[in-house]
Structures are given as C-alpha cells and as structure tokens.
Nanobody, 126 residues
Framework: QVQLVESGGGLVQAGDSLRLSCEVSGGNFGAYSLGWFRQAPGKGRNLVAAISWNGGNTHYTDPVKGRFTISRDNDQRTVYLQMTGLKPEDTAVYYC???????????????????WGQGTQVTVST
C-alpha cells in the first residue's frame, strides 16, 4: 500500500519561504513520477510542480516559476517543494501525488496520478 504524508505547511508572511516535504511509503519510489498540487478556497485543485522518476525533468506552473523548486531524494523516499517569495495568492492546501511511470516524462494532469497525500495548509498573510 502506497501512502503519502505531507508536512511543512504553516502560516507565514508575504515574502517568506517554506519547504514542504512529502514522505512516500510503499512501492518502488524510484519508479514514481511525483507532483505537488494546490487547492485554494472555493477553487479546483491545480498542478504546482512535477518531477520525473529520476529528477531529470521538472515542470512548473507559470505563477510559481522562479519562486518554487521541486526536488526529490530517492534514498529518503521524499519529495520536496521549496517555496520562496511567497504571496497571499499562494494560500492553499498543498497536496503531493505519485504515480508509477517507466519514462522520463513528468505527469502534469491531476488524473494521471494514482496516490495522494492528505494535504498541508499553507497560509500567506500580507
């Protein structure tokens, strides 16, 4: 059974930084493509960033490019989202997701992911 547990969320001020972590248990972590999504109040869940199985390919949604960095540590079975220059519009519940892939491609669609974490709240105040 594959389980994902996010941590690192919290309340910060605009301009601050946070690092989210998602530890994945079960299955072959090295074969997973991983992603971070977020859902703001009253809105749908949208991709923030994604990373391929070996970390060689990444994808970012335009609003976070240059501010957020996705990375993974296969030994620790963990995917990270380093967030800098946080803005109030980054306020959301952040979810990590995983899916088994056998290519170097990143997975950018919500429906392409098999397993999900429970989410961690990030609130950015002005």
């Amino acid at each position: 059974q594959v389980q994902l547990v996010e941590s690192g969320g919290g309340l910060v001020q605009a301009g601050d930084s946070l690092r989210l972590s998602c530890e994945v248990s079960g299955g072959n972590f090295g074969a997973y493509s991983l992603g971070w999504f977020r859902q703001a109040p009253g809105k749908g869940r949208n991709l923030v960033a994604a990373i391929s199985w070996n970390g060689g390919n990444t994808h970012y949604t335009d609003p976070v490019k240059g501010r957020f960095t996705i990375s993974r540590d296969n030994d620790q079975r963990t995917v990270y989202l380093q967030m800098t220059g946080l803005k109030p519009e980054d306020t959301a519940v952040y979810y990590c997701a995983a899916t088994m892939t056998y290519t170097h491609a990143v997975v950018i669609s919500e429906g392409g992911y098999t397993w999900w974490g429970q989410g961690t709240q990030v609130t950015v105040s002005t």
